[in-house]
């Protein structure tokens, strides 16, 4: 079992950056490759950014290249996604995930955070 807890979704402006982080505790933290998605109502839930093990390689949907950038600390079992320009359309429950593969599909993630609100005003 991996638990995981993410924090630092907020309400934030038009072209603010946030920072999100998401703790890990449980099994090995680096069995596994780390994801952020996000959902909005009556939507899917919406692959925004992946990191494998080590950190060498990261992985981001459409809507996040160029503005937002994962990483990761094994020592302390952490998972952060820095946001930059954010739009309305940023605007979504964002969740920590985690899965033995490396993958963009949310079917194949066995383990998921709570979720984190971050809303952007105009």
């Known amino acids: 079992q991996l638990q995981l807890v993410e924090s630092g979704g907020g309400l934030v402006q038009v072209g603010d950056s946030l920072r999100l982080s998401c703790v890990a505790s449980g099994e090995t933290y680096t069995d596994y490759y780390m994801a952020w998605f996000r959902q909005v109502p009556g939507k899917e839930r919406q692959f925004v950014a992946g990191?494998?093990?080590?950190?060498?390689?990261?992985d981001y949907g459409d809507s996040a290249k160029g503005r937002f950038t994962t990483s990761r600390d094994n020592a302390q079992k952490m998972m952060y996604l820095h946001m930059t320009s954010l739009n309305p359309e940023d605007t979504a429950v964002y969740y920590c995930a985690a899965s033995t593969i490396i993958t963009m599909s949310r079917h194949a993630f066995a383990y998921w955070g709570q979720g984190t609100q971050v809303t952007v005003s105009s």
């Open positions: 990191v494998n093990w080590n950190g060498a390689q990261t």
